[in-house]
Nanobody, 123 residues
């Protein structure tokens, strides 16, 4: 069974930094995309940053220049370095992975989500 485990959230002040980590475990054949999403209260979940298997990286306009997504080599893990945090960055952050997995009869692409980690930026 494939699982995603997140860590690193917390309460910080504006201008501070946080690093979120996500590690995938289970029978993963190959990873297609790793991404971070976030969801603030009463708002839709939004893409924060993503990295595809070929190395291409995408950021939401609101975090460009402040956040950095990194995939850890050949490990099924990634991190999100968040600098100069702002109150509007407060949200539950979710790790997302689209990967090819063995279902028992064939390889199929599947989407997986972490449990979410709270990031609160407040003075």
């Amino acid at each position: 069974q494939v699982q995603l485990a997140e860590s690193g959230g917390g309460l910080v002040q504006p201008g501070d930094s946080l690093r979120l980590s996500c590690a995938a475990s289970g029978n993963i054949f190959s990873i297609i995309v790793l991404a971070w999403y976030r969801q603030a209260p009463e708002k839709q979940r939004e893409l924060v940053a993503s990295v595809v298997s070929g190395g291409g990286i995408t950021y939401a306009d609101s975090v460009k220049g402040r956040f950095t997504i990194s995939r850890h080599g050949t490990e099924n893990a990634m991190s999100l370095q968040m600098n100069n945090l702002k109150p509007n960055d407060s949200a539950v952050y979710y790790c997302n992975m689209r990967a090819v997995v063995w279902t028992g009869t064939q390889h199929r692409a599947r989407d997986y989500w972490g449990q979410g980690t709270q990031v609160t930026v407040s003075s």
